[in-house]
């Protein structure tokens, strides 16, 4: 039986930055981070699409961006180790929503929203539309939701930035799975691995991504999430474009960016929950590529250059995180079910988090809106903008 202080459940970028963030903030104890692949090969931040943006339609979510953004952009100097620049290849290229008849009011909406928070979001006419995709078909549309200080970056990279800070700062990277999280009259003791080794701590975070459900119910502590797969597919076209592109959403939910000299591409097709990492090319074929061709001229003669799935950890009540202390078990932190956000959030999310551990309250922003308690009270944190 090994003791230790406080014990994080998954290495992937939410867990590796609450515990940088703990250590920054001044946390004492011993962290174990339990990661039980150590390669990252099925972890959900590499495999994300790395889309950063402010352009959410709840005043928490702006709130989490606006201050992940800034974070993202002096990320580089910010967590260098030993003088080597952490790159995480932000590029603001922007984030674009393009908008038919049927859901140009609810963009008009949310513009006004984010801009009470000082998002510098637009609306643009099919017109200045072409000025930031000239080959962009526009026939259809009657303009679009866009911020050019959003992008996208590359995740593992950002990923390995905390996790080297974090191992930096003292934290421990064991590479074994978690089982269960062990509790007695709704306090935590600690957690069991599936070896049937037993770790002894009185706080327990759960950043277990797509897995996390899984771990919470075997503790007794069943939540909302369950884990989709989602495509993503690199292609490559015979006739480059004009401009580099935003990240570009097209009113059918797919999207699409430049990566690279290449493009990727996604869509959050309706599958069954579970842990399933194969990808097919008719997926691009059937559900991609004609929406992408009828979209961008250019895309109409496009090749597959190759393509991957990961997980969303997909919170089924309102597709947002489920962040803090679970009501039933004392020393149960939760930084989970972030319905592909995660990636975008961690910054604000590890900062909060740690703050709440060591402090007691949140500090820089207040997270309760994301509290597990918001399911039993009926106060769903409805997010309109899930790509």
Not at 34 to 54: C, H, M, N, V, W
Not at 122 to 129: G, I, V
Not at 173 to 200: K, L, N, P, S, W
Not at 218 to 235: A, C, E, H, T
């Amino acid at each position: 039986m090994r003791q230790t202080d406080l014990i994080i459940i998954g290495g992937g970028v939410i867990g590796s930055s609450v515990a940088y963030h703990l250590l920054k903030e001044g946390f004492e104890g011993e962290i174990l981070i339990f990661e039980k692949d150590s390669l990252y090969e099925y972890s959900s931040t590499p495999r994300s699409a790395g889309g950063i943006r402010q352009l959410f339609t709840t005043g928490i979510n702006i709130q989490i961006s606006r201050y992940s953004l800034q974070k993202y952009l002096t990320f580089p100097e910010d967590m260098a180790v030993n003088g080597e620049l952490a790159e995480i290849d932000f590029r603001q290229h922007g984030y674009f929503f393009l908008a038919q008849d049927e859901n140009w009011a609810e963009l008009k909406a949310q513009a006004e929203l984010q801009q009470s928070y000082g998002v510098p979001s637009q609306l643009l006419t099919p017109d200045e539309l072409q000025n930031v995709i000239p080959e962009l078909t526009t026939d259809d549309l009657v303009g679009g939701l866009y911020c050019a200080e959003d992008g996208y970056l590359d995740p593992y990279s950002v990923m390995q930035g905390y996790a080297k800070n974090a191992k930096q700062l003292g934290a421990t990277f064991v590479c074994e799975q978690v089982e269960r999280i062990t509790h007695e009259a709704g306090v935590v003791t600690g957690v069991e691995t599936a070896t049937g080794d037993c770790y002894q701590a009185p706080l327990v975070i759960n950043c277990a991504g797509g897995w996390a459900a899984q771990i919470s119910e075997n503790s007794g502590f069943p939540i909302p999430v369950i884990p989709l797969k989602r495509q993503i597919i690199q292609f490559d076209i015979e006739e480059p474009l004009a401009k580099q592109l935003p990240l570009t959403v097209d009113p059918s939910g797919v999207y699409f960016r430049h990566e690279g000299q290449y493009f990727i591409s996604g869509f959050s097709e309706k599958v069954t929950p579970g842990f399933d990492f194969s990808w097919k090319r008719s997926f691009f074929m059937e559900q991609l590529w004609p929406i992408l061709g009828h979209r961008v001229k250019n895309f109409e003669h496009a090749k597959i250059i190759s393509g991957w799935a990961g997980l969303y950890a997909h919170n089924t009540e309102d597709q947002n995180a489920i962040v803090g202390e679970h009501p039933e078990a004392k020393g149960y932190y939760m930084a989970c079910g972030f319905s592909g956000h995660g990636m975008q959030q961690a910054p604000a999310v590890g900062q909060c988090l740690a703050e709440l551990i060591h402090y007691g309250q949140y500090e820089t922003l207040d997270l309760r809106p994301l509290r597990f308690e918001r399911f039993k009270e009926n106060d769903l944190l409805i997010e309109g903008a899930i790509v």
